[in-house]
Nanobody
Framework: QVQLVESGGGLVQPGGSLRLSCAAS????????MAWYRQAPGKQRELVAD???????NYVVAVRGRFKISRDNAKSTLYLQMNSLKPEDTAVYYC?????????WGQGTQVTVSS
């Protein structure tokens, strides 16, 4: 079982930027199709972006052109660079593998976009 620890969230004004990190335990990270998810208050968790072991990326329409997912296999770490943040990006952000079943979910990292 891989353990996932997210970090990097915070309070930011609209238009600002944040970089999220997700540290994964174990040695299989490089083989995993990884993803970032988010859950806004009162809503279901949703997929935001994913990245294959070969660094192919996909984004939901709402974040395309503003967010960038990347990975450092040597550090077993997943990243999400978030630019031009909007209030509707406010959520708890989680990382996990894209394929089912997911690993146990981490605690997530809170992102709040507000003036």
């Amino acid at each position: 079982q891989v353990q996932l620890v997210e970090s990097g969230g915070g309070l930011v004004q609209p238009g600002g930027s944040l970089r999220l990190s997700c540290a994964a335990s174990g040695s299989i990270f490089r083989f995993l199709h990884m993803a970032w998810y988010r859950q806004a208050p009162g809503k279901q968790r949703e997929l935001v972006a994913d990245i294959t072991p070969g660094d192919n990326t996909n984004y939901v329409v709402a974040v395309r052109g503003r967010f960038k997912i990347s990975r450092d296999n040597a550090k077993s770490t997943l990243y999400l660079q978030m630019n031009s943040l909007k209030p509707e990006d406010t959520a708890v952000y989680y990382c996990n593998k894209l394929t089912l079943p997911p690993f146990s979910w981490g605690q997530g990292t809170q992102v709040t976009v507000s003036s």
